[in-house]
């Protein structure tokens, strides 16, 4: 894969936003780039919080398998599935806090 050449990526109003509409909720945060505005902090760690948890329910899992555990099987397999939604939520969330805030 070729490095990408193009420093410019800030990103461009969609095809149906119009410029002339007033946003008020486009307010960037001043600072350091790297470091997104603390609502869209707050949503990443909730996503990284949800990931963590699935990653420690697959693992459980795995164990409840390989120990032939049905019933813990089952529930934490019930439990990993609520978490990949909870998990669907958050990335939602934070991808739509992005469109909006335009951080
Ligand atoms: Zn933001």
Do not use: F, W
Request: with cysteine; glycine share 4%.
């Amino acid at each position: 894969m070729p490095p990408i050449e193009h420093p410019d990526i800030r990103p461009r109003p969609s095809a149906d936003s119009d410029e002339a509409q007033p946003r008020p909720l486009k307010a960037k945060v001043p600072g350091n780039p790297l470091c997104p505005c603390a609502e869209q902090q707050r949503l990443i760690e909730e996503v990284q919080r949800h990931l963590v948890l699935i990653v420690e329910l697959s693992r459980a899992i795995s164990e409840a398998v390989a120990s032939r555990n049905e019933n813990l099987t089952y529930e934490l397999d019930r439990q990993v599935e609520a978490e990949l939604g909870r998990n669907e939520r958050a990335l939602g969330a934070l991808r739509q806090h992005r469109l909006d805030h335009g951080c």
